[in-house]
């Protein structure tokens, strides 16, 4: 058990819905990282919160936009979804500030199917 | 712009022989490498690590290698057990833009018993 947890597991939704996925970062971590896995491709980054704020951006569609709430814990927000938005999101914490050099630790993913 | 390349999808190796595993990276301010596995329907976990100041670091049967120059760095596994068959990735870090990780896009590998 990492200590990250993610909710839900599965999601199955229609093309054009919202939905929200949710990350509770292990107790003490300030960063949350979110990663998109697309079927036999590796880890997107999409997006990285520390202490609540925006620290880096990566390939996040306008559609999607997260954030970290006071208590660490971090939404996804993937909104107009489109069949290809169908993949395994990832969220990682970690406790690191600018320049430590710590690993991040996974949740167990929300697969999001989009029918 | 995929800056960390796992060029090689999957790789068989028998039980009880060595498995290398490849990684490549471009951008030569990645200060932090970091190697994850992963099995189906579960999130990656943490392997092994190594310092851009490091060329070499064990943890039992793991050790990660760093290429500098070559920007390469490679996972060698000995000897491969049957339980190491998962999906291996490289990572890389950007220490000074707020701990950014940069994932490759793994290597299946299967430790034939």
């Known amino acids: 058990d990492s200590g990250v947890t993610q909710t839900p597991k599965h999601l199955i939704t229609a093309t054009g819905q919202r939905v929200t996925l949710r990350c509770s970062p292990r107790?003490?971590?300030?960063?949350v990282y979110w990663y998109q896995q697309s079927l036999d491709q590796g880890l997107q980054f999409l997006i990285q919160?520390?202490?609540?704020?925006?620290?880096a951006k990566g390939n996040i569609l306008e559609r999607f936009s997260a954030q970290q709430f006071p208590d660490l814990h971090s939404e996804l927000n993937l909104s107009s979804l489109e069949l290809g938005d169908s993949a395994l999101y990832f969220c990682?914490?970690?406790?690191?500030?600018?320049?430590?050099?710590?690993?991040?630790?996974f949740g167990q993913g929300t697969r999001l199917t989009v029918v | 712009d995929q800056q960390v390349k796992q060029n090689s999808p999957s790789l068989s190796v028998q039980e009880g022989r060595i498995s290398i595993l490849n990684c490549d990276y471009t951008n030569s301010m990645f200060d932090y490498f970091l190697w994850y596995k992963k099995y189906p329907a579960e999130g990656p976990t943490f392997l092994i690590s190594i310092s851009s100041i490091k060329d070499k670091n064990e943890d039992g049967r793991f050790t990660v290698f760093l290429n500098k120059s070559a920007k390469h760095l490679s996972l060698h596994i000995v000897p491969s057990q049957p339980g190491d068959s998962a999906v291996y990735f490289c990572a890389a870090k950007l220490g000074n833009t707020g701990n950014q990780f940069y994932f490759g896009t793994g290597t299946s590998l299967t430790v034939i018993p």
């Open positions: 990682a914490s970690s406790v690191a500030k600018t320049g430590d050099h710590t690993e991040a630790f």
């Open positions: 107790s003490g971590d300030l960063s």
């Open positions: 919160y520390y202490n609540g704020e925006e620290r």
